[in-house]
């Protein structure tokens, strides 16, 4: 069965600790994606990767890290220094279609709190 | 650059009520364009999509049609149930090339709400 999963569901953390969450996929996708979402708000894009071994930072990569060491996993460190860091993240794949779009495809999100 | 503008919510129903969620793009390019449905506590899921001009994309009695001319991609359902009620975000995919091929324009989210 193909898809996306993020582990854990739910992550509790203290402030001032680093936290590494999830994300593996296996529907052979090239493109992955971390996105952050607040309460009542939208997608915003921390990072992306189109390949291995390479990624670009999103519209607020500022206090995350990620790294694409192998095809089927993004996984994204939340850092001390990210001041609100408490929301829900998606991870996200996606494929090249034949137009030359990308369609895209999420995991069921992780809802982090830090106290 | 891209960008994707949908109508703000929330938008509240009664059942078996018509519901259109309005969609307009800006695009450089081809674009392919999305409907997603996200429900509470959820990542978000494909609801439906079209690749090119007047392609008509539809999924679970939803249906959106790809407006070239007016760049528009509404989302359009005949008749809500309850369990219609979700958060729902149109998208793009515009042809590219380098590093920023693969993003993928998100509208800011549309709260449906259905009542009984």
């Known amino acids: 069965d193909g898809g996306i999963t993020q582990s854990p569901k739910y992550l509790f953390r203290k402030e001032g600790q680093n936290v590494t969450l999830s994300c593996e996929q296996n529907?052979?996708?090239?493109?992955m994606y971390w996105y952050r979402q607040d309460p009542g708000q939208g997608l915003r894009l921390i990072y992306y990767s189109q390949i291995v071994n390479d990624f670009q930072k999103g519209d607020i990569a500022e206090g995350y890290s990620v790294s694409r060491e192998k095809k089927e996993s993004f996984p994204l460190t939340v850092t001390s220094a990210q001041k609100n860091p408490t929301a829900f993240y998606l991870c996200?794949?996606?494929?090249?279609?034949?137009?030359?779009?990308?369609?895209?495809?999420f995991g069921p999100g992780t809802r982090l709190t830090v106290t | 650059g891209n960008s994707v503008t949908q109508m703000e919510g929330p938008v509240t129903l009664s059942e078996e009520a018509f519901l259109t969620i309005n969609c307009t793009y800006t695009a450089t390019g081809y674009p392919s364009l999305f409907w997603y449905v996200q429900y509470p506590g959820e990542g978000l899921q494909l609801l439906l999509k079209a690749t090119k001009a007047d392609d008509k994309g539809s999924n679970k009695g939803f249906e959106a049609t790809y407006r070239k001319e007016t760049t528009s991609f509404h989302l359009e359902k005949g008749s809500v149930q309850v369990s219609d009620s979700a958060v729902y975000f149109c998208?793009?995919?515009?042809?590219?090339?380098?590093?920023?091929?693969?993003?993928?324009?998100f509208g800011s989210g549309t709260r449906l709400s259905i009542r009984p």
């Open positions: 998208a793009l995919s515009d042809r590219g090339r380098g590093s920023s091929a693969s993003k993928i324009i």
């Open positions: 996200a794949s996606s494929t090249k279609t034949g137009f030359g779009t990308y369609e895209q495809y």
């Open positions: 529907l052979n996708h090239d493109a």
